[in-house]
């Protein structure tokens, strides 16, 4: 089966990780804060913390950011059920804005919508967490006037952006939000096996992202409460958790990073070749002009009445095709009433991911490309 998307190690990284293995340090060494160091160089912004996914990233993000019972916070239905989940696990509630369906973001005039709707009744969101669906990062600037206007906070869920870039700046560095949280799971842009990063320029935000991470413990002198002679003190400040990232991860993640621009390449090519082949016959999401998409995904639309059958169709043919999203308030979890998201709806309807990922050669995406135009006929 081709897989729809799917990670590469390379011999380095191997050799990478095997150092670590024969080194003292498994966990805490070295390599995690070389990594946090890599990334937030990488993208431009002052800080990275590390830790064991996406999720636990937002979990974080969302407590530092005073996410809490009584809160609400907003994100996109057409996203992995963990953008959602982050602000439920801090016991917030949650509600969802409506997508453009061009793009699969959330539609920024919607959202305004929502906004006065809201603070009419006083139930402004907290805290919003755009995605940058497939890629392509959202239009962050709006979202920015849009928080100063009506308060709210902004973690960016990039788990598919990284390496992608908005108004010629890298996504992650955090000019149009708080917290932006990149995911290393092995479908995403570079992998650390299971593994996240929460990057931030603000050193309070820094400093309570690194608590919550750990335990709420901190080692730091210059932290403390109380002033404790002893040299083996340490200090828990708050209800943290152990989300942190494994030495042994963080060093396939540095190995990997070498290969990102490259990879972010071959997925634009990759992507490029399918527009060509499919424009005027089969419906795509539209590139906006601010954005340079990293193409974790590349989704095409098809006739609603036709789609399980060309799904069906692409597996039977050997082609891993997957659906991205079926909208997170379908899922029976979630229990409340939610803002009706029409476009959502229908584009959930439409959507297939096909294969895309770095070392997808040209004769298998010329066998994906043909098989997709005679399924659609
Ligand atoms: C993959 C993904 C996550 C979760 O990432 P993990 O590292 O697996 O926890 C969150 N949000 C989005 C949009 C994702 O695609």
Redesign the pocket.
Known sequence: MIPYGKQQISIEDIDRVITVLKSPWLTQGPNVSQFEKAISTYVNCQYGVAVN???SA?HIACLALGVQAGDTVWTSPN??V??ANCARYCGANVDFIDIDINTGNICLRSLEKQLIIAEKEQRLPKVIIP?HFAGQSCDMSTLWKLSKEYNFKIIE?A??ALGGEYLNKKVGCCQFSDITVF???PV?MITTG???MALTNSECLYNKLKLFGNHGITKDPQMMKKTVEEPWYYEQQCLGYNYRLADINAALGLSQLKYLDEWVNARNSIAQQYIKAFKGKVEMLEETKCSLSSFHLFVIKVPVDKRLAIFKGLKKAGIGAQVHYIPVYNQPDFTDDYNPCPNVELYYKQCISIPIYPSLDNETQTFIINKVLELIN
């Open positions: 996914s996406a999720t937002l996203t992995f963990a953008s995605v869920d788990s598919h995911s290393f799971h995403k299971e593994g996240g």
